[in-house]
C-alpha cells in the first residue's frame, strides 16, 4: 500500500516539526522592539544538545547548539527568564542546569543580550554483551567563553536588522 507522502517529504516534514520547538531566530528576521534577545554561540560535536530556556509566562524556549560555529539569536517575550534545564541529544535525557545563563534576569523590550560562547563534545560508545547491549553517553560543555566584543560584531553583521540595536553583556564572570 502507497502512502500519500513519498520519502522526501516526510524527511521534510519531520525537520520542520523538530524547529517548531526552538526560539532561535533566522539572519533575515525583523528587529522588534516588542521582544526581547539573546544571543552568543552555542556549538556542538558528536551527540546534540539544547538549552531549554523558561519565562514567566510559563513557556519553555528552546536553543539548540548547532555545528557551525556561529551566532544564533533567541527569542524571547520580555519578562523574567531563566535556563531552566539542558537537554542531551533528547527531552529524555535531562537536567537541571547547574550554572547561571539568565538565572531569573530580567529581560525587557527592545533588549539585545549577550549571555557567552558554548561549547559541547557528545560522545557514545556501546559495549556489546551476550544478552543486552550497554550504551554510555557523555557530554563535556565548557564552561562558558566570553568574547562579547568579537561576538557582537559577527552578530551585528550576520543580522543586519540588529546592526544598530543596544547590546547588554550578560556573560557571568563568576
Same mark, same amino acid.
Given at each position: ?13 519531520? !525537520?520542520?516539526? %523538530?524547529?517548531? &520547538? ?6 533575515? *528576521?525583523?528587529? $522588534?522592539?516588542? +521582544? ?46 531563566? !535556563?531552566?534545564? %539542558?537537554?542531551? &541529544? ?6 537541571? *542546569?547547574?550554572? $547561571?545563563?539568565? +538565572? ?60 544598530? *540595536? ?9
Amino acid at each position: 500500500m502507497r502512502t500519500p507522502f513519498d520519502r522526501r517529504t516526510l524527511a521534510a516534514i519531520a !525537520l520542520l516539526a %523538530i524547529g517548531c &520547538g526552538t526560539a532561535t531566530i533566522r539572519a533575515g *528576521a525583523p528587529y $522588534r522592539k516588542d +521582544r526581547a534577545y539573546v544571543y552568543g554561540r552555542f556549538t556542538y560535536t558528536g551527540l546534540s544538545q539544547t538549552f531549554a530556556i523558561r519565562c514567566h509566562d510559563g513557556e519553555f524556549y528552546k536553543l539548540d547548539f548547532v555545528k557551525r560555529d556561529q551566532v544564533q539569536i533567541i527569542e524571547l517575550p520580555p519578562s523574567t527568564c531563566q !535556563l531552566e534545564r %539542558i537537554e542531551y &541529544g533528547s527531552e529524555a535525557m535531562s537536567r537541571m *542546569a547547574t550554572f $547561571r545563563l539568565l +538565572r531569573n534576569e530580567i529581560l525587557d523590550p527592545g533588549g539585545v543580550y549577550y549571555v557567552g560562547d558554548y561549547f559541547v563534545t557528545g560522545t557514545s560508545h556501546t559495549d556489546y554483551r551476550f544478552f543486552y547491549n550497554e550504551t554510555r553517553q557523555t557530554w563535556r560543555m565548557n564552561p562558558g567563553r566570553d568574547d562579547y566584543a568579537k561576538t557582537t560584531a559577527d552578530m551585528r553583521r550576520e543580522f543586519p536588522a540588529f546592526a544598530g *540595536a543596544v547590546t547588554q553583556d550578560r556573560f557571568d564572570r563568576r
